[in-house]
């Protein structure tokens, strides 16, 4: 989508359509609303007169001025924007997403629309120019490249203009339109390498797909075949790994590595995602229905590859490491099995009681690799257990911390991006649910807690640096569109990312 913001009144502009906004709960129009209004010989007044247009949030209207003379676009946009004390950076993206919607079944091309909520809804001009852009991308994304025929109705939104009549505004509307066409560029990248099939997001895949990225920008990256691995002593990774017949492999994106021997001293924020390409439970077989949906087991991998992309495309200064472990988890002669004991590249052994439990294996030696960056703190996200989408449904990420602060940070950047996250506590009672009488570790805790217990595992690996794990295992991907949300792979965690290493500095890490 082509994004441009200029200086001037939408009601001048000469695209297929303008857009405007109205609140639920305030009667007189103004600003730019009611400068179209005016144009239009009180055409907005009248839908909202006759109680046709209420101004609920996400509600659109479209309208067709007589006058072309006086308002030079061919169709008005009214969205609502809801009660104006509720208003905020999620409803500015719902009624943005609600927009892009409308205007795409109707086939429109290109739109001038206003920022909505920074004149009259007491949002920051940047943070509503972002979640404008953001969301008018993320809401018209599709996903056809397996489609012979691009489906009906697929006539794209291909150019938003901003018109921003307060001169003074424009600086932070340009940044704030920028920002959000970069992290939305993240969010559909990770939307991408999710509804890929297994068959072609496959962990060599992935691992192109980082070395891409890392062509354009800041970025450096390195990737480990199985010698490496082994190298290293990867055990769990590996064992995972070894019923596969495509080959694991471990990706280390960096944004602003700093150069030689201050890498050890630089403390960056260190990301680790889940990347299991395809999980079919392994020996410890899942059922067939729904089955397919396990090729969505590497969203974590693609919302740290997503959130790699964005922190460089928008020049941020810290020095973030993301790490992917990726594999597949199948059934083969060499597969792993029940009763197994797998020895991490900790050195710490873990008996394995399920082959389904996997993704908190590959979780293991990531984390233990990490604590070569000796980072200022870690956040691994992961499809890691159905338990934790019996929990929370697919309303929230599951969030285990063993830091208050950073807990506290990802709530924040949960609600300002609308990414939300809930907490689950790590009481000592849930680690020895994975107490082993053969090893140090079990890999499942049983079906009690479940989401807290497979945390608990990963606390083991964690290191003493502040650590926050996310299960997105009902946040990942969803069964129907929603607001700015496909169906299928919805990049989640990108935005949460961004925001977080944004907020972040040096002295965040500490609590
Ligand atoms: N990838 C799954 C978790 C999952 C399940 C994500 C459903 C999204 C939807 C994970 O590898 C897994 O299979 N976990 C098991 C763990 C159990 C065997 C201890 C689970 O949750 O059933
Ligand atoms: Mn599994
Ligand atoms: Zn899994």
């Avoid at 996997?358 to 990490?370: C, F, W």
């Avoid at 140090?440 to 945390?455: F, L, P, Q, V, Y």
């Amino acid at each position: 989508m082509n994004i441009t913001v200029r200086h001037g009144e939408v009601q001048k502009a000469r695209d297929e359509a303008i857009v405007v906004n109205l609140f639920e709960d305030v009667d007189t129009l103004s600003g730019a609303t009611a400068a179209v209004d005016k144009a239009s010989g009180g055409q907005i007044r009248r839908v909202r007169d006759t109680g046709d247009f209420t101004g609920a949030l996400g509600q659109t209207i479209v309208l067709y001025p007589e006058d072309r003379r006086r308002v030079t676009a061919q169709r008005i946009v009214v969205v609502g924007l809801g009660r104006r004390g509720n208003f905020d950076l999620e409803s500015a993206r719902r009624a943005s997403a609600a927009v892009a919607r409308r205007l795409q079944l109707l086939g429109v091309e290109q739109v001038s629309s206003i920022v909505h909520g920074a004149s009259a809804g007491d949002l920051a001009t940047d943070a509503a120019a972002q979640a404008l852009v953001e969301a008018a991308i993320l809401a018209t994304y599709r996903f056809d490249h397996y489609m012979s025929k691009a489906p009906k109705g697929s006539t794209a939104l291909k150019k938003l203009t901003i018109v921003e009549a307060d001169s003074k505004r424009l600086t932070a509307v340009r940044r704030g339109a920028k920002a959000g066409q970069q992290i939305a560029a993240g969010v559909c990248l990770a939307r991408d390498l999710c509804n890929h099939p297994g068959n072609t997001a496959t962990p060599t895949y992935l691992a192109q797909q980082a070395r891409r990225i890392s062509r354009n920008n800041s970025l450096t990256c390195k990737i480990l075949d199985e010698p490496a691995m082994r190298k290293l002593g990867m055990g769990a990774l590996l064992g995972v790994s070894a019923g596969s017949a495509q080959p694991a492999r471990f990706i280390i994106l960096e944004h602003n590595r700093p150069p030689g021997k201050k890498a050890s001293t630089s403390k960056p924020l260190l990301f680790v995602g889940k990347g299991v390409t395809f999980d079919s439970g392994g020996i410890s077989i899942k059922g067939s229905a729904k089955m397919g949906d396990m090729k969505f087991d590497m969203s974590g991998a693609a919302a740290v590859i997503g959130a790699m992309q964005a922190v460089a495309a928008l020049g941020l200064k810290q020095h973030i490491v993301g790490l992917v472990p990726a594999t597949e988890n199948l059934l083969d002669g060499k597969a792993y099995k029940p009763g197994d004991i797998l020895r991490s590249m900790s050195g710490k052994t873990i008996e394995i009681d399920n082959t389904d439990a996997e993704g908190r294996l590959i979780l293991a030696d990531a984390l233990t690799y990490a604590q070569r960056f000796k980072p200022a703190a870690i956040v691994d996200l992961a499809t890691l257990t159905g338990a934790c989408v019996v929990a929370l449904g697919s309303h929230a990420t599951g969030l285990v911390a063993t830091d208050d602060h950073l807990a506290q940070r990802l709530q924040t950047a949960g609600d300002t991006t609308g990414e939300r996250v809930w907490r689950l506590p790590l009481w000592d009672e849930y680690k020895q649910q994975i107490r082993s009488s053969v090893a140090d570790m079990k890999n499942s805790g049983g079906r009690e807690g479940g989401a807290i217990t497979a945390a608990a595992l990963l606390a083991e690996f964690a290191g003493d640096a502040p650590w926050a794990h996310l299960d997105i295992a009902g946040t990942a991907w969803s069964q129907r569109s929603q607001h700015y949300t496909p169906r299928g792979g919805v990049g989640i965690g990108v935005r949460l990312l961004v925001e977080l290493a944004r907020n972040w500095s040096a002295r965040a890490g500490r609590s």
